[in-house]
């Protein structure tokens, strides 16, 4: 299992970056992430969709789809591609420290 | 199901209903190429009810609404069907009224090919189209037959070269995915692919709106995607019958046991196909494969057993690739498509992720064996319905390397 170092935080990620132990997360490894993914700092709009997902996941154990951001009410899809570009619901989860979002095609 | 219940449950002990909004079955992988004049709306249809078995009831009407809690199917007309097991399996259906302009270009520069209509209306614009940009669109994950946009694509680079039309029409696919596939060892097989004929892809582009009137695609990120003809899958829902029954999710689809089949909220109810949220593709072969474990456990929930975890989101699909080719794919929830030979190491004789003409010859001579031994319940040789990875190849561990 492939490792990396996020600040001081050493975590378990699998071959596409995505965390794989989510007791490993804490906000300083998800900044460090949001940097690589390009995202300079996590502002409180970004929080409050890392949070939603954090809570759909503890109640659903599915990661939320784009769609099911924009209707929680928490996020338009529109905010959600500002906050996170490109392949957003795979770029917040990735920051949220989340697996990878289901799709085989 | 009905055929392979039919055959194990006692008819005294259970009597077996089938309830559908007509009797027309439609072969929906034939869709794909009606648009192309290789097949008649005519031949992709039969009467549902020569499918069923003797002893199955059949319901030839709307469902209206279905009460998990009472055990109650209610259907158009008024009847009322009572039911100890469920098998919910209604699909699902492409809604282009989820994005915003795309009705006001619809079967005019905006066509489907997921519908028996949609098809054979867009057979007549593309017989028309004399040059311009063709646009093959995927609104948004999931939709059924993931594969099917490629299929069209590849199809629409063969068809314009058989006109010698090629030159003068621009393909472009768009699509909200990483790429053609999402899976990296397809990926770069299928791009390596598009890349040759001339296809243009444009991901990552998540579909904000359509502008009929200027003939663009407008996406969330500011991007935009002109065409002249926009053959578009539209966002993929539920029936709308699941909402009314508060049983889905924001899709539509019912939350189901990815292994056992049984719907996660209610323990007489069981899901198959496109119905479910399952992460698998919604394809034909996957419901294939869930039916023949889904039987299994059928009856072990009338006998009290517990469930067995059978399914592994096994699918098989061809991805037709034009000029008398194509390719194979078979994977799982685990494992993604991977190069080789199918079913059987070395002989094959299917080659797997690599165009190949008997795989082409596979696709249509499925027509056949989906109307006279797939529906009837009749299981097909050497076709597991867990996923082997006898004959797979697997990727290497150093890229680059020689064996």
């Not at chain 2, 199917?73 to 915003?100: K, M, N």
Request: some cysteine.
């Amino acid at each position: 299992m492939p490792q990396r170092l996020f600040g001081t935080a050493t975590v378990d990620v699998d071959a596409d970056g995505f965390m794989t132990d989510f007791a490993q997360w804490t906000r300083e490894v998800a900044a460090a992430i949001a940097k690589e993914e390009a995202i300079a700092e996590l502002t409180p709009a970004h929080w409050k969709v890392i949070e939603f997902m954090h809570k759909e996941f503890k109640e659903i154990g599915q990661v939320p789809s784009i769609r099911k951001l924009n209707k929680s009410g928490v996020v338009t899809t529109k905010e959600l591609y500002d906050l996170f570009p490109s392949g957003p619901a795979k770029k917040a989860a990735k920051i949220a420290g989340m697996k990878k979002p289901e799709g085989c095609v | 199901m009905a055929n392979l219940l039919r055959n194990r449950l006692n008819p005294a002990d259970w009597a077996i209903t089938v309830v559908d909004r007509d009797n027309e079955h439609c072969y929906q992988p034939g869709f794909l190429f009606v648009p192309f004049g290789i097949y008649s709306p005519r031949q992709l249809v039969k009467d549902r009810a020569g499918l069923l078995p003797k002893g199955v009831e059949f319901v030839a009407a709307a469902i209206e609404q279905i009460n998990p809690v009472k055990g109650e199917v209610l259907v158009a007309g008024g009847e009322i069907l009572p039911y100890d097991l469920l098998i919910v399996a209604t699909g699902t259906d492409i809604v282009p009224s989820e994005t915003p302009g795309m009705l006001d270009g619809w079967r005019d520069t905006v066509f489907d090919f997921y519908t028996m209509d949609g098809s054979a209306a867009l057979a007549q614009k593309l017989e028309a189209f004399k040059g311009g940009t063709l646009a093959v669109h995927i609104n948004e994950m999931p939709v059924k037959c993931p594969v099917a946009p490629l299929e069209f694509t590849f199809l629409s680079d063969w068809y314009f070269t058989q006109r010698k039309l090629r030159q003068a029409v621009d393909i472009v696919f768009v699509t909200p995915l990483p790429g053609a596939f999402t899976k990296p060892v397809a990926a770069a097989a299928l791009g390596a692919l598009l890349d040759e004929r001339k296809i243009r892809v444009v991901p990552e582009f998540g579909t904000e709106r359509v502008d009929a009137a200027a003939r663009k695609l407008i996406g969330y990120d500011g991007r935009e995607v002109a065409y002249d003809l926009l053959v578009t899958v539209p966002t993929n829902m539920g029936a709308e019958v699941i909402e009314r029954a508060g049983m889905g999710n924001e899709l539509r689809f019912i939350p189901t046991d990815p292994k056992t089949l049984r719907s996660k909220k209610y323990e007489n109810i069981f899901v198959l196909g496109d119905a479910t949220d399952l992460p698998s593709s919604k394809a034909g072969s996957v419901v294939h494969f869930q039916a023949e474990i889904l039987a299994g456990n059928i009856e072990r929930a009338i006998a009290g057993k517990p469930l067995a975890g059978e399914f592994d989101g096994h699918a098989n699909c061809f991805v037709e690739t034009g000029r008398g080719k194509a390719i194979l794919i078979d994977f799982n929830y685990e494992v993604e498509p991977l190069p080789g030979r199918f079913p059987f190491p070395i002989i094959g004789p299917m080659p797997l992720l690599k165009p190949g003409r008997i795989n082409h010859l596979g696709k249509l001579a499925f027509r056949w064996i989906y109307w006279n031994m797939m529906l009837k319940g009749r299981p097909i040789p050497f076709i597991p319905n867990r996923m082997k990875m006898a004959g797979k190849k697997r990727p290497g561990p150093a890229p680059g390397k020689t064996k």
